[in-house]
């Protein structure tokens, strides 16, 4: 089991560029999230999709999108980067709907600066 | 929208002394659940405590529960270098509908444990 894998590790973009986020669970989980971190703020939640077919925004939305491709993928877009979206963005999933009474296992992070 | 808050902030140790972090949060909550982060690596979820429990062990991991003060402690006994990392603690956060809410992370304890 490769748990919850992201690509890419790294990425650098220029402001305007846009690029997609992937993330994949092999563990058959129900629900699945995005989230950042950036320094001193802890991680926020982007997007999250509670099951496969719906996606929902989180505490940070603005200038991303997501798709919840198949139950196992679940991608993040930035349409039009702008520099503070430099931050890791870490994907995870669930098996429960989006509830705190189940633990969630995450991906190894994207680590993205837009200059 | 946090809920949980750890302190202290940062904590330094030597090699097998115990290790305290607290989280205290501001409303009621269903579950409290402790990550860990190592460097430049996604979370790991450690241990989850229910509203209804006041303690539970994990290995060399102790969490504690008081919800009359809104308060957890995460204690880590016999510290070894390798527990050098970030611990987080999670709790409901916005309600999602159909009983099931967000989790919701804090800042995170910085751990280091000198050899």
């Known amino acids: 089991n490769a748990g919850v894998t992201q690509t890419p590790k790294f990425q650098v973009l220029k402001t305007g560029q846009s690029m997609t986020l992937q993330c994949a669970q092999d563990?058959?989980?129900?629900?699945m999230y995005w989230y950042r971190q950036d320094p001193g703020m802890g991680l926020r939640l982007i997007y999250y999709?509670?099951?496969?077919?719906?996606?929902d925004k989180g505490e940070v939305p603005n200038g991303y999108n997501v798709s919840r491709l198949n139950k196992r993928e679940f991608s993040l877009r930035l349409e039009s980067a702008a520099p503070s979206q430099t931050s890791v963005y870490f994907c995870?999933?669930?098996?429960?709907?989006?509830?705190?009474?189940?633990?969630?296992?995450f991906g190894p992070g994207t680590r993205l600066t837009v200059t | 929208s946090q809920q949980g808050e750890e302190d202290p902030q940062a904590l330094s140790i030597q090699e097998g002394e115990n290790a305290t972090m607290n989280c205290s949060y501001k409303?009621?909550?269903?579950?409290l659940q402790w990550y860990r982060q190592n460097s430049g690596r996604g979370l790991v979820h450690l241990i989850l405590?229910?509203?209804?429990?006041r303690e539970k062990h994990s290995g060399r991991l102790r969490v504690t529960l008081d919800t009359s003060k809104k308060s957890s402690s995460l204690l880590i006994t016999a510290s070894r270098a390798a527990d050098t990392a970030s611990y987080f603690c999670?709790?409901?956060?916005?309600?999602?509908?159909?009983?099931?809410?967000?989790?919701?992370f804090g800042k995170g304890t910085k751990l280091s444990v000198i050899p």
């Open positions: 563990m058959n989980h129900n629900s």
């Open positions: 999709s509670a099951s496969e077919g719906t996606t």
């Open positions: 995870a999933s669930s098996e429960g709907v989006g509830d705190s009474s189940y633990e969630q296992y």
């Open positions: 999670a709790t409901d956060g916005p309600y999602l509908g159909a009983g099931s809410y967000q989790l919701t």
């Open positions: 409303t009621s909550i269903n579950n």
């Open positions: 405590i229910r509203s209804n429990e």
